[in-house]
């Protein structure tokens, strides 16, 4: 699967409650359904996690156009044209590179 599918599925967005819950208490503040499909639209896939079932699922990493960024675990569902939003947050530089890359433990 390519972003482009996933972009395609991100017509129909469905959040599951923990994605409800990291949305309204992000410690960055609320993330909203418009930064989700902004950061969805400039986005990249860093991580696949094609075991996950019962659809295998994606992480994302995309900014909004006030260049936020954010993490989005999300699993297409190809023939309803829909995404799932598993969970969101924004990622904290001091555990990723780039906020693609996650940086080793010490």
Same mark, same amino acid.
């Given at each position: ?36 499909? =902004? ?5 990249? &896939? +860093?991580?696949? /996690?094609?075991? %996950? ?24 569902? =190809? ?5 799932? &939003? +598993?969970?969101? /947050?924004?990622? %904290? ?14």
């Amino acid at each position: 699967m390519d972003i482009e599918t996933i972009r395609d599925c991100a017509i129909n967005l469905k959040f599951s409650s923990h994605a409800r819950d990291e949305m309204l208490y992000e410690e960055h503040g609320v993330i909203r359904e418009q930064e989700i499909k =902004e950061a969805i639209q400039s986005g990249e &896939i +860093i991580e696949q /996690y094609s075991l %996950d079932r019962p659809c295998p699922s994606f992480l994302i990493y995309g900014q909004t156009l006030k260049k936020r960024p954010l993490h989005i675990v999300c699993a297409p569902v =190809e023939q309803e044209r829909t995404l799932i &939003i +598993i969970t969101i /947050y924004q990622p %904290d530089p001091s555990l990723w590179i780039d906020y693609r890359k996650r940086r080793t433990k010490v």
